[in-house]
């Protein structure tokens, strides 16, 4: 995608320029071939020159009168034709250049090459955001507070002026383009070193799986983001190398699953996605009899966890009976056809006696009106449902319900983090291995040692977070981890402080003591208050507080006693 | 047989002649050089640049800037002939700048042409 502004210009403006040649030329050669008589009455010819002067400042409608001597009759006529021919001739010239200028294609191209010199400048690390929504916008929210920029690529025009108006700091530079094809991610700066990521959060799967394989061939090295909801196209992606794959459903599915055997875990990924603290409340769910309305993929996700405890039975109920997807038999043996808001369904298929109903259609009216009625029928049973419609919220938070699942704020928390804090990514995929016990131990000591709701902090020991730290490793010293608990105010103290996780090229260590060597280029992820975190940067990047860490007096610089 | 490259052909051979015709006589005698020929040559070699123009092929850029050069040669001709009329009048040194600017324009209008004939003959239409 070249500039190609300049050319259009250039191309269109041919004509009106040829014209105004012309029509002066002919104006220019009459004007001199005419006999006209000077001041003294002796016959004189104009000179080319002054038939030019003359000839420019009528044409121009400027009009300084008839020189250099008064004109003769035959001149007059002359000139009289003239002026009709070359009036028009320059009028038509300004009228096609102030057309070009609102001409359509004329300024899609200098909105491309705008859009161009932006991301030549572009100089920050940033990912590629493709479409425009809501979700998107939240990515973008969150990946601008931790100082990566974006590049919107958008389908719909009035998309794009809704993001102009969202006024983004810095700018998030937007091109129009209807496809995603390989000269516009190319134009989207796929190819910079800098460009980190591209996200693809399409309905489509195929769109995405077509969007990975092109990035992918691009640039072996960005990462890609991008939405899965069937396990066909998770497996395709997972071929093509795409690292984060997101799946709404299933991450439901699992976290359903967490619930109901580790609580604890899902409490601490609740705090990892910051949406609640560690002395919230355990979400409990109980042990029974579940019916899950809406046999779909999210449906079909959940039966797939809950049917593997043994103490869970799970009671289907779809509504459209002659879905593509054949049934298996273990599922035909769960399922009812029928509408799940009918009251007589309900009853039939036992709601008196069970303890949850999940609503997972992709209908958000059908979901609430489901639960209302089976709140009704039994006012006991613990209601669970997905809402679809991020503009449908205030339904949802009024209608009483114990727990929302919103795919579409999944994707923008699972996205943001990976992109964002890898590190605790990582963690999140470690410790799901982990069992309940573990993670209320986790949550005691955080909550001990910390406070409730405690900060994440994840780096590199390098030389842009760490120089002090790798100075000192690179003189084949060595360092413990403690040292980045020190507190800087007596160094025999500790802050609240606490590691969650090591990784050393593929070795990943789940929450390290304190006695452990560190090496340059470790990753860590620490959990901690604000105050520790303010230190833990000092002792990285400070020389005087770096030393004070270390041995506990302060460096002496001006007179130095070696 | 193409009417757009008859034209431009036609306007690009044409400067050449002109700006030969008159650049051909002797270097310090104005009678041998005709104003109405460069004031010739200046029109036809300014429609032939803009017949150049937003031609985005390689070769369409270097034809471009060969009628650049060759304008702007031709109008410092015409600029210092005029200037000299009404100033210092014209003498054999001022006839001279005049005919080895056209011959520098003449230099570039023959690249010109020649790259439009070797155009033209590797073309295979």
Redesign the interface.
């Known amino acids: 995608m070249r500039n190609n502004s300049l050319?259009?210009?250039?191309?269109?403006?041919?004509i009106p320029?040829?014209v105004i040649?012309?029509t002066y030329?002919i104006a220019?050669i009459g004007l001199?071939l005419i006999q006209g008589i000077d001041a003294n009455g002796n016959p004189y010819k104009m000179?080319?020159?002054d038939a030019f002067y003359f000839i420019s400042y009528t044409a121009t409608t400027i009009g300084f009168g008839e020189t250099p001597f008064t004109f003769t009759y035959p001149q007059r006529i002359w000139v009289t034709f003239s002026i009709y021919l070359t009036v028009l001739g320059w009028f038509y010239g300004i009228g096609s250049l102030v057309s070009l200028l609102q001409d359509k294609l004329f300024i899609q191209e200098m909105q491309k090459a705008k859009f161009l010199r932006q991301i030549k400048n572009l100089n920050e690390k940033f990912i590629i955001v493709l479409g425009y929504n809501q979700i998107t916008k939240k990515i973008i929210i969150k990946a601008l507070e931790q100082g990566l920029r974006s590049v919107v690529i958008e389908r719909d025009k009035s998309r794009i002026n809704d993001l102009i108006l969202e006024n983004f700091t810095p700018t998030v530079p937007a091109l129009n383009s209807e496809t995603y094809s390989v000269r516009v991610l190319e134009a989207a700066g796929i190819n910079k070193k800098n460009c980190k990521a591209i996200v693809s959060l399409f309905e489509d799967d195929a769109l995405n799986l077509k969007i990975t394989l092109i990035a992918k061939s691009l640039n072996k090295n960005v990462k890609v983001a991008v939405k899965s909801t069937t396990k066909n196209h998770t497996e395709n992606l997972k071929d093509l190398d795409a690292q984060i794959i997101v799946n709404p459903f299933s991450i439901i599915s699992s976290e359903i699953n967490m619930a109901l055997i580790a609580p604890n875990l899902f409490k601490i990924e609740k705090w990892l996605y910051k949406l609640g603290n560690l002395n919230a409340n355990l979400p409990l769910f109980p042990k029974g009899l579940y019916i899950i309305c809406g046999y779909g993929r999210m449906g079909k996700k959940i039966f797939e966890k809950l049917n593997d405890n043994s103490n869970i039975e799970v009671k289907l109920i779809e509504i459209n009976k002659n879905k593509d997807n054949e049934f298996t038999k273990n599922e035909i043996s769960h399922l009812v056809f029928g509408d799940a808001d009918d009251k007589e369904l309900l009853v039939n298929i036992g709601i008196k006696d069970a303890v949850a109903i999940v609503a997972a259609t992709n209908d958000d009216t059908t979901n609430l009106s489901i639960l209302a009625t089976a709140k009704k029928l039994n006012p006991e049973i613990m209601t669970i449902v997905r809402e679809n419609d991020l503009a449908d919220d205030l339904l949802f938070k009024n209608a009483n319900i114990d727990h929302i699942f919103t795919p579409s704020k999944i994707v923008v928390n699972k996205v943001t983090n990976a992109l964002v804090n890898p590190l605790s990514d990582i963690f999140l995929k470690q410790i799901i291995k982990k069992d309940n016990i573990w993670a209320s131990e986790l949550i005691s000591k955080l909550v001990r040692e910390i406070d409730e709701n405690p900060l994440l902090l994840e780096f590199e020991i390098g030389e842009f977070f760490a120089p002090e730290i790798c100075e000192y490793l690179a003189n084949k010293e060595i360092l413990f981890l403690s040292i980045f608990a020190t507190s800087l105010y007596n160094h025999t103290q500790k802050n609240n402080i606490v590691p969650l996780l090591l990784q050393r090229e593929n070795d990943i260590m789940l929450t390290p003591s304190w006695e452990n060597e560190i090496k340059i280029g470790d990753k860590l992820l620490f959990a901690c208050d604000a105050h520790a975190k303010n230190d833990l940067e000092y002792i990285c990047q400070n020389n005087y507080e770096f030393y004070y860490a270390l041995t506990g007096k302060e460096k002496l610089t001006i007179f130095k006693r070696n | 047989m193409n009417l757009d490259k008859v034209i431009s052909g036609f306007f690009i051979i044409l400067s050449m002649t002109l700006n030969f015709g008159f650049f051909y006589g002797d270097m310090h005698t104005i009678e041998s050089h005709s104003k109405y020929e460069l004031f010739a040559a200046i029109v036809v070699n300014l429609i032939a640049t803009i017949l150049k123009l937003g031609d985005k092929t390689q070769l369409g850029s270097v034809l471009l800037a060969t009628s650049l050069v060759a304008d702007i040669q031709l109008i410092a001709a015409a600029t210092i002939w005029t200037v000299a009329i009404y100033s210092s009048g014209v003498d054999s040194t001022i006839v001279g700048m005049v005919v080895s600017l056209s011959g520098g324009a003449l230099l570039a209008n023959i690249t010109s042409v020649v790259l439009y004939v070797g155009d033209t003959i590797k073309s295979k239409r």
Request: hydrophobic letters at 70%.
């Open positions: 050319f259009i210009i250039l191309q269109k403006m041919r320029f040829l040649i012309i030329t220019i001199v000179s080319i020159f």
